[in-house]
């Protein structure tokens, strides 16, 4: 059990690490806790597969377990409302562009 535990502990460090990078607008940084997230995620199943048979408890009422499930939902929010932000600054910044190119494209073409 002690190791079910740890392997929470850790998964939610992990969320709270993102949390932070989303706010810091850190890509680079939020790539990488995704990556250890999937990680742990994988030590939790399998610690959860081991501890099934053995002991009874109710996952799914497991405090522990439901907070992470908060974290994580708040986290995707959070990374949806950035990458949304992100994405239509780079599409301002295209159209820009854009605009610009067919400013330049039709001076030389009136002339």
Known sequence: MQCFN????LHENLLHAETQAIAAKDL???ESIIDQKESS???IIE???LLEGKINIDF???DKVQYILELQK??????KKFYDERSRKEKGYQDNR???DRKVRSTYLNF
């Open 6 to 9: 740890d392997a929470l502990d």
């Open 28 to 30: 680079q940084t939020i």
């Open 41 to 43: 995620i994988k030590s």
């Open 47 to 49: 610690f959860k597969s």
């Open 60 to 62: 799914s009422k497991n």
């Open 74 to 79: 708040r986290n995707a929010v959070s990374f």
């Open 98 to 100: 854009r605009a610009e």
